[in-house]
């Protein structure tokens, strides 16, 4: 290229670079006093999820959007002195540093070193392949990392040879250029030379960067001061056209919008809209070198600085002004003039007009400084201009020529001017409204007024200190009653239909419908960012956009359902997020908005505003435990989670949930950590998802499972067992009661046995001792009578016999008395010996044979409940009188045997029986039964016509002293 042309290049560009001096760029800076470890950067990498990681001589550090983490020596880093970083695709990062390579994983790093010393310790590049092997360049050589080993990787079959620098490209292929060699490509594990550097007129040049041309795919190879391409075999200049600088470039690299970023000793070159653009501390940069360039997943761009820090850059609709000449100043008004030019008026430094990207500053003719402090600005009729200023005067700005307009009379504070199609100048003052007409002034009302509005038709609406109503004329203001229009401090309206969009300095937005009479209230809850809504314009689509007290929303508002959607427009940290001023706001030709704001100028075009639909992942901040076990006094849990965002910033909201606990998701909130404290024991699951409020767009959901095992007095076993042990207590606490209850009852019992046994045994000795006396005596004087009568008397005799028959029966039944009555009767033994003495006095001298069986040992004792042996004696002794009188048996037996706790007597005879029918009363079958029933014993009779008798009692024992 000739000198002449590249000297023109220059000149033009530079050119280019001086125009837009006065346009300010969003750059943010992060440094230091951000927690950055080390100001002077050497590389830029963005892992899986999404932190980024700067090297630095001073070591590492991880930034989240929103705080550092650094790594040094301390924690393990190879060296402090860093040179490159690289986050691979396991989510491993690597740092090549001045004494080797260091390996962050699981928190933890791993330090490589190489063969070969120094040279080969210094890391200058970290690439990946397809395998998944990271490459490592140093100052001469390349190696490869696989799992566990670490290779030279000899390029041109000579390790001797200097590797100047090296690349991946779209297919994953490794190139190489290999000083005064060639430039080598990687193709299936072999290494071809595509282009040769012998005897190339090139081959003196140092290739410091290879990168790939995203347009055609080329190769290209970047030296000190002149960039090239492979062709044909051979090394050749590159069409593309860099900046003219000598022998300073440092790095190209491509974004994906294939936008070229140049890198050299004097600063950042970027090339857009096909031109190259200086960044410098002119439009938001630094004039610190740059040393590295970097794109994340939003899109942003990340320059790294050799002692500022880095720098974040997006490409903003948004071109901001804040230095108009020489002169800072705040915009306060902005109005279209006739002439098509931007005019401000500004806080301070007087009005200015703005046309293809110059600025014209034009001072007020007044020496008192109030005057060059502009609060209202409006075109009157002829298009000429009106502003009032901070002295409360009004001036027409007509042919760059100011000209004062002198209100006699006139004693109070200008707030607003307007004017309308007549000609009016409407004046807006704390003590009313004027209007001023053909050098009149004319008051038309008391009632402070702070801006006028008006509608199509000369329809005029006036805001007053609180509240906005339509003026007919003196005294006939209407009022819009609604209880938030007449609260609320209106600064701005916009007139969309039946609608009124209201922006207010204390009540948010208001829409007001016309027609229902209904206002709608929206606030920073529904997603303003303040409640300060300083200005209300409309572009050329219809859009409407708000400038508030802490940055721009845009307003989605359908008129025919009355849907409201706010999105916030503003960039963290850049003009779009300022303070916007009450009324600066305008929408002028090309459809471009411009709004005033305490920091300077904003012009926006809305059609290129373009909204990354990426959305980052979120991630927990600190890692969880795999194992998800916890005791029971760990019973607290801390989650700490994190989206790093770098573009949105603000708009990520976060919502969390943990099963067992929350039934539904958390309110969305900007906080980043939840902990639940004194948790009960059982298995959660925790869960948490990020939401952005401007695109509306969720993130994935992140989940952990955890259990928190009870004590040993919380399982389920130790509840069992403690059951058991308080219903055993309870149990045996009871059982005690009732022994001890029983023990006493069975002592009571015993004392009232022994005290009956002690009067049965008195009763007994008594009534024997006075019975037998009596008997005795009556058989004694039955024998005196028999002797005195006279011998020979039959009759007499007969009489005296059966006396003594019956005195013997009466003995007989007082010695059965006497013997229930004795305590002894109750023992089993004396029952039977007593049945047995029985049988053998009622059967002797009879023609029946008596024969008694006893089955029941002699060393078995059983005491029977009080009476039941009487019963039984009076049982079988009436069942063998039956016998004796009624039965004609020859044969009778009487046996007596145990069953369990039970005693079974059987009386058997083998007289002639009888039939069921038949049974006489005398037979005393009735009481026999009774007796049984009364014992709770069971008594049967089984007979039949010369079948014998066979009576049986069974009769319950409850307590035997021994058992068989």
Not at 318 to 329: E, H, L, P, R, V
Not at 490 to 503: E, P, Q
């Amino acid at each position: 290229m000739p000198a002449s042309i590249r000297l023109m290049i220059f000149l033009f560009f530079l050119m280019n670079a001086s125009r837009v001096r006065s346009q300010k760029l969003y750059f943010r800076q992060y440094n230091i006093e951000q927690g950055l470890g080390q100001s002077q950067v050497t590389g830029i990498a963005q892992d899986k999820n999404d932190n980024l990681w700067i090297a630095t001589l001073g070591g590492i550090s991880k930034f989240d959007g929103k705080s550092f983490t650094n790594y040094s020596e301390t924690e393990g880093l190879s060296d402090n002195n860093t040179n490159c970083i690289y986050a691979d695709s396991k989510n491993e990062i690597w740092t090549g540093t001045n004494n080797g390579l260091s390996c962050l994983r699981n928190s933890i790093f791993k330090n490589y070193r190489f063969p070969g010393g120094v040279p080969d310790n210094f890391i200058r590049a970290i690439l990946e392949d397809t395998a998944g092997e990271i490459i490592v360049l140093t100052l001469s050589h390349l190696f490869i990392i696989g799992d566990q080993t670490v290779h030279l990787m000899v390029v041109d079959n000579d390790s001797s040879s200097i590797i100047m620098s090296v690349a991946i490209d779209q297919r994953k292929r490794l190139w190489a250029a290999v000083r005064h060699k060639g430039i080598y490509c990687r193709e299936n594990g072999s290494w071809i030379k595509k282009a040769d550097l012998k005897n190339n007129v090139y081959d003196p040049e140092y290739f410091r960067q290879l990168s790939f041309d995203p347009l055609t795919g080329d190769l290209l190879l970047l030296s000190l001061n002149k960039l090239f391409t492979v062709k044909d075999g051979t090394v050749q200049p590159a069409n593309r056209i860099l900046p003219l600088t000598a022998n300073s470039y440092i790095s190209l690299f491509f974004d994906r919008n294939q936008e070229a970023w140049l890198i050299d000793a004097s600063g950042v070159y970027h090339n857009t809209a096909g031109h190259w653009q200086y960044y410098q501390t002119g439009n938001g940069y630094t004039n610190i070198p740059t040393t590295c360039v970097m794109q994340d997943h939003e899109n942003n761009i990340w320059l790294g600085t050799s002692g500022a820090g880095i720098f974040q850059f997006h490409q903003q609709p948004y071109i901001a002004y804040d230095q108009f000449g020489s002169a800072n100043a705040i915009v306060m008004q902005l109005i279209t003039g006739k002439d098509n030019k931007i005019y401000l008026g500004t806080d301070g430094s007087g009005l200015f007009s703005f046309q293809n990207n110059h600025f014209d500053q034009y001072k007020l003719p007044s020496a008192d400084k109030s005057d060059q402090r502009i609060i209202s600005l409006v075109r009157g009729k002829g298009d000429d201009l009106l502003l009032s200023t901070r002295a409360n005067m009004i001036w027409r700005f007509a042919g760059n020529h100011f000209e004062a307009i002198i209100l006699k009379g006139f004693r109070s504070c200008i707030n607003s001017l307007n004017a309308d199609d007549s000609g009016k100048i409407w004046i807006c003052a704390c003590d009313g409204l004027y209007y001023y007409q053909n050098g009149k002034l004319e008051k038309v009302s008391n009632q402070f007024t702070s801006r006028l509005f008006l509608r199509p038709g000369n329809q005029v609406m006036r805001s007053y200190y609180r509240g906005l109503g339509f003026f007919h004329g003196w005294g006939t203001d209407k009022f819009i009653e609604d209880s938030l229009i007449f609260s609320s401090h209106i600064m701005n309206i916009l007139f969309k239909g039946k609608y009124y969009v209201i922006g207010t300095s204390n009540r948010g937005l208001l829409i007001y419908d016309t027609v229902q009479k209904k206002t709608s209230q929206y606030s920073i809850q529904n997603g303003l960012n303040s409640n300060f809504v300083y200005s209300v314009v409309e572009d050329q689509k219809g859009q409407i956009w708000l400038g508030t007290g802490h940055g721009l929303n845009k307003l989605y508002f359908d008129t025919l359902t009355g849907r409201v959607l706010l999105t916030n427009e503003s960039s963290q940290g850049d003009i779009s997020s300022s303070e916007f001023n009450e009324g600066a706001a305008l929408c002028s030709d090309s459809n471009t908005l411009w709004f005033g704001t305490a920091t300077g100028l904003m012009r926006l075009k809305p059609d290129s505003i373009k909204r990354t639909s990426y959305m980052p992942p979120l991630v927990f901040k600190t890692p969880l435990p795999a194992n998800g076990l916890r005791s029971h006094q760990q019973n607290q849990m801390a989650f700490d989670f994190n989206c790093a965002s770098y573009e949105f910033g603000k708009q990520i909201f976060y919502q969390f949930r943990l099963s067992g606990i929350d039934q539904n998701y958390s309110e969305l909130s900007p906080a980043q950590n939840v902990i639940y404290s004194h948790l009960p024991p059982g298995k959660y699951l925790f869960n948490a998802r990020a939401f952005n409020r401007q695109t509306g767009a969720y993130s994935n959901t992140i989940s952990y499972p955890f259990e928190i095992r009870p004590a040993f007095y919380q399982t389920v076993l130790f509840k069992i067992v403690v059951f058991i042990l308080l219903a055993s207590a309870l149990y045996s606490a009871f059982r005690y009661r009732s022994i001890r209850k029983e023990k006493r009852f069975r002592e009571i019992e015993n004392i009232r046995q022994n005290e009956q046994i002690k009067l049965r045994q008195q009763a007994t000795e008594d009534f024997h001792d006075e019975m037998g006396n009596t008997i005795t005596r009556i058989q004694l004087l039955a024998d005196v009578v028999r002797s005195k009568l006279l011998k020979g008397n039959t009759d007499v005799n007969v009489h005296i016999d059966r006396i003594k028959e019956n005195v013997s029966s009466l003995y007989q039944g007082t010695r059965d008395i006497i013997w229930a009555l004795n305590p002894k009767s109750d023992h089993l033994e004396e029952v039977i010996y007593r049945l047995s003495t029985t049988g053998s006095e009622l059967f002797n001298d009879t023609e029946t044979t008596f024969s008694f069986h006893n089955h029941i040992h002699h060393d078995v004792g059983a005491i029977l409940p009080g009476h039941t042996g009487r019963n039984i004696l009076l049982i079988f002794k009436e069942a063998m009188n039956n016998i004796v009188k009624h039965a004609k048996a020859t044969a009778a037996s009487l046996t007596i045997e145990k069953t369990g706790h039970q005693v079974l007597i059987v009386l058997q005879d083998n007289g002639n029986g009888f039939i069921d029918g038949n049974i006489k009363k005398g037979y005393g079958t009735v009481n026999m039964a009774k007796r049984a029933e009364r014992i709770d014993g069971v008594f049967t009779i089984e007979s039949g016509t010369n079948c014998g008798t066979r009576c049986q009692l069974l009769v319950n024992i409850p307590r035997f002293t021994n058992e068989l």
